[in-house]
């Protein structure tokens, strides 16, 4: 990884207080890897009015285990025991250009990290980021189930958590307020390592940078998201998308799934609120095609060309079957009605307000404009509210 990709990685929650200058970003690296290996916690802070006086990152380690689920079964979202805490605090004497506070941890397997980070500038003011958990190691494959009247080990795996937005990892379902996003290997990838490295790429670019305009919602929103890593068992070709064993059993348990593949074929998702899709990890833009397919597959959103998916489950819809509907939509989200335009001569039609759109063009200029931004927006506000769905 190269630094000036490094300083990607590091744009998460800036949580701002006091006078507002002081700000602060955490993130970790590898975002999961299955197998032993060095990660590394970094913290960034700056505030070029006050200086940064002291930056600290909090971490809680321990063993990932399955809780009680509902019944005798445990859990598929994990919850962590043995757990042990450290801190670094930083040190810093003001200076008014950003600094930096790393942390490294030595994982072995079957491990769940936690931290959260914060931040003082110059003159007292204090600023934090919410709680992040991850997976490290080799996943767990088994648990041993007790009851009053037998003890039995059973073969078992649990959801890999990348990035998940908690501070108490023991839920035993998919939390409301978050949209929990699946990534699966295809079976054209067998090396999970492969896998891994593909997810940390794709969910980059796709969910950690204001680089590009496609994905600035998504790294705004960033803490809505939460990122898993299932299991292999997952079969995409074409917009057949198959989820079997534990991969079937994981992808129940997120509100969308995409399989992560190498080999070459069109890309493509289910329109659903909450569905599966695909995304070809060779490809030099694959954070844009994930980010297109998730407008699909978690979004409910169709396709804006002519030769893809030409309906909509949104809300709004962003395909209508007439001009008229069209137009009458238009109207009531207040968006010009002389944006209404048909999708070539399919009879569908949606609004275009010029701008390159997610939904239709493929570039990393590409934004949700129109009624697909605020489709997206009303799931912002459903998240807020509890619900995301
Ligand atoms: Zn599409």
């Given at each position: 990884m190269t630094p000036a990709r490094l300083s990607l990685l590091v744009v998460l929650a800036v949580v701002v207080s006091g006078c507002g200058s002081l700000s602060l970003t955490a993130m970790h690296n590898p975002l999961y890897r299955a197998s032993a290996h060095t990660s590394t916690i970094t913290a960034r802070a700056t505030d070029t009015d006050k200086g940064v006086a002291e930056v600290r990152i909090d971490v809680t380690v321990g063993d990932l285990t399955a809780c009680g689920g509902s019944g005798l079964l445990p859990s598929l979202i994990p919850c962590r025991t043995n757990a042990t805490t450290q801190a670094r605090i930083c040190t810093f004497a003001n200076p008014k250009t950003p600094v930096d506070c790393a942390l490294n941890l030595n994982l072995g397997d079957r491990r769940l990290v936690t931290y959260s980070t914060s931040a003082r500038n110059g003159s007292g003011s204090s600023a934090s980021t919410g709680a992040v958990t991850y997976a490290a190691g080799a996943p767990l494959t088994q648990v041993t189930v007790s009851t009053p009247f037998f003890t039995i080990t059973l073969p078992w795996e649990t959801a890999r958590p990348v990035v998940w937005h908690t501070g108490s990892p023991s839920g035993s379902s998919a939390p409301a307020d978050k949209i929990d996003v699946g990534f699966f290997p295809d079976d054209d990838i067998t090396n999970y390592?492969?896998?891994?490295?593909?997810?940390?790429?794709?969910?980059?670019?796709?969910?950690?940078?204001?680089?590009?305009?496609?994905?600035?919602?998504?790294?705004?929103?960033?803490?809505?998201?939460?990122?898993?890593?299932?299991?292999?068992?997952?079969?995409?070709?074409?917009?057949?998308?198959?989820?079997?064993?534990?991969?079937?059993?994981?992808?129940?348990?997120?509100?969308?799934?995409?399989?992560?593949?190498?080999?070459?074929?069109?890309?493509?998702?289910?329109?659903?609120?909450?569905?599966?899709?695909?995304?070809?990890?060779?490809?030099?833009?694959?954070?844009?095609?994930?980010?297109?397919?998730?407008?699909?597959?978690?979004?409910?959103?169709?396709?804006?060309?002519?030769?893809?998916?030409?309906?909509?489950?949104?809300?709004?819809?962003?395909?209508?079957?007439?001009?008229?509907?069209?137009?009458?939509?238009?109207?009531?989200?207040?968006?010009?009605?002389?944006?209404?335009?048909?999708?070539?001569?399919?009879?569908?039609?949606?609004?275009?307000?010029?701008?390159?759109?997610?939904?239709e063009d493929r570039v990393l200029t590409s934004d949700w404009r129109t009624a697909s931004a605020i489709a997206i927006g009303r799931r912002m506000s459903k998240c807020a509210s509890g619900a995301c769905y």
């Open positions: 390592r492969t896998f891994t490295d593909s997810l940390q790429s794709v969910a980059l670019g796709a969910f950690f940078s204001t680089a590009n305009q496609f994905s600035k919602n998504y790294s705004v929103w960033t803490n809505v998201y939460n990122l898993w890593a299932g299991p292999t068992g997952a079969d995409g070709n074409g917009c057949t998308h198959t989820f079997s064993g534990g991969a079937g059993t994981i992808s129940a348990v997120t509100d969308g799934d995409v399989i992560l593949h190498q080999n070459a074929f069109r890309d493509c998702a289910d329109i659903a609120l909450g569905g599966g899709g695909t995304t070809q990890t060779t490809l030099s833009d694959a954070s844009w095609v994930f980010t297109h397919e998730s407008g699909h597959f978690l979004h409910g959103l169709g396709d804006e060309y002519v030769g893809g998916g030409n309906s909509s489950v949104s809300d709004p819809p962003n395909i209508y079957n007439s001009q008229a509907a069209c137009q009458t939509s238009a109207t009531a989200l207040s968006i010009n009605t002389a944006f209404c335009t048909q999708i070539g001569t399919t009879g569908k039609w949606r609004m275009d307000d010029g701008n390159p759109t997610t939904m």
